[in-house]
């Protein structure tokens, strides 16, 4: 009998998330909050699984694709407490349980109106490697999907080898590749490695690649990184970045080999960039004349409640890759990560926001307001069709 196929199988990082409840107190800064000495009064605390393995597989299973997760954690009370949590709700075909070894975890400090800063023990994400693939399962999917290597000690150790054996490895079965990245921290060991290189190495093998805006700037150009990170004092480095950084990384990251580029700019939006249709031949069953040499930029819908951005990439890409299985057009892929994005940010946690794909399509439609996008640079137009800007190199512009 054959074996019923996945849509997907989400690979990577995971670990079990703790959201202390802040009080509903407005906050400037974390120097108001954290003071040495000072008694910090919480409610309840929120717990579930984190890391695109968890957000945004079981994201993509409310969904409703068909998902199962590749993942390694440990035999202790928190990799228990993390299988408990995915058996309920998930395929957990691929997950491993290394006897002697340590879950990882994460506590994320979210007080009201403020980013959230991470307090993460990587675990057994560390020794994640290629022997813990298990390419059967990913050869019964339509995508692979792996996050965040940046906070596994494997996957950029040796100039990224294990990642590219695994990219390289998963492309060979004739499976679409998808890679999401996380922020390495400077001052660690994964903020010293070349990052450049490693990209280099990867792209080739990889059919979209999702990480944010700032994580590229930070591997592709980190002077620049820094001066804005200096220049924001603290504030959202978001706020500081223009289109043509995102024109810039993007076109580098195309070269690379990447044929779709999706660079998750927070409230500001969804930006992507594609390659030529020769190059995407390989991606079967997707709309050419839709998805080649296109570059869009999103914009996120109006949220009124927020209450974490702790998973929002995740959901996002989620909302992305389950449109682009059910071979939507490259502007509704964008729209369903931006709507999975704010569903993610109204709830605390990483996974309780999202909606099936029935409510969120609805929502889609129901014209919910947008977050505008200032764009100073020349070149852009808006589609008020689409909802959507249209970059200079878009091939609809270079049309006219």
Known sequence: MTEKRLDAVIAGHICLDMFPEFHDKEMTSFKELFVPGKLINVRGMKISTGGPVSNTGIAMHVLGARVSLIAKI??????EAILNFLQKRISVEGI??????????????????LDRIFLHNPGTNDTFCYDDIDFDLVKRAGLFHLGYPPLMK????????QLEKIFRKVSELGVITSLDFA??????????????GILKRVLP????FLPS?????????REKFLSLREKAKGKELLQYFISNDLTRVSNILVDYGANIVG???????????????EKMKKMVGINLDNWAQRQLWAPTYRVDKFASAAGAGDSAIAGFLVAF?????????????????????QALDTVSGIKSWEETSREIKSEWPQNEIKIEESGWVYDHEQKIWQGPEDKNQLNR
Request: proline fraction near 4%; aromatic fraction near 10%.
């Open 74 to 79: 440990g035999d202790d009370f928190i990799g």
């Open 96 to 113: 491993k349980i290394n006897k002697g070894e340590s879950s990882s975890y994460t506590v994320v400090i979210a007080p009201k109106n």
């Open 154 to 161: 494997r996957m950029y150790q040796d100039g990224g080898e």
């Open 183 to 196: 922020l390495p921290d400077p001052e660690e060991p994964s903020g010293k490695v070349d990052w450049n």
């Open 205 to 208: 093998y990889v059919n979209i």
């Open 213 to 221: 805006i700032e994580e590229v700037l930070f591997m592709l150009d």
């Open 263 to 277: 660079l998750k700019c927070g409230s500001r939006g969804f930006y992507i960039q594609t390659t030529h249709k």
């Open 325 to 345: 299985l059910k071979g939507e057009s490259i502007e509704m892929c964008l729209k369903y990560a931006c709507m999975c994005g704010a569903q993610n940010v």
